[in-house]
């Protein structure tokens, strides 16, 4: 098992890996996420294993139900039992294409399909979207 500093959500099962660094809007991203149905899998650390030839996340045990929402507090929130990762945003990495080349994001040996940050304001809006339905290409 590794443990990362990241945030995941699942949207209808499908788990969202939200990496960057402290600060970068992680826990903001989930809020948003969770504010149109997503469910909290983990907030600031995620555990990820390889499980049957898949990523799955999951919340340390410490952490699990409680999110941080900056300057409210720490926040319970109703969460995921482990989840397959689907997709994995990097807050912290900026993309400099608009119709960006498919990108990825190895963790444990296995690749995830990757979309870079910052933050923007239609951005948790997108990521449902692409975990929903996919890109098109």
């Avoid at 039992?81 to 296995?110: I, N």
């Amino acid at each position: 098992m590794t443990q990362l500093h990241a945030t995941t959500v699942a949207v209808e099962g499908r788990g969202l890996l939200i990496l960057g660094p402290s600060g970068s809007g992680k826990s903001s991203l989930a809020l948003q996420l969770m504010a149109v149905g997503a469910v909290l899998v983990a907030d600031d650390r995620t555990d990820v294993a390889v499980e049957g030839g898949r990523l799955i996340a999951r919340a340390p045990q410490a952490l699990r139900g409680r999110i941080e929402a900056r300057g409210v507090g720490i926040l319970d929130a109703p969460v995921s039992g482990p989840v397959p990762l689907a997709l994995a945003v990097d807050l912290g990495r900026a993309e400099d294409q608009r119709l960006p080349p498919f990108r990825s994001h190895s963790v444990a040996g296995m690749s995830l399909p990757l979309v870079l940050g910052p933050y923007r304001p239609h951005l948790y809006a997108a990521l449902r979207q692409l975990l929903l339905t996919g890109r098109a290409e």
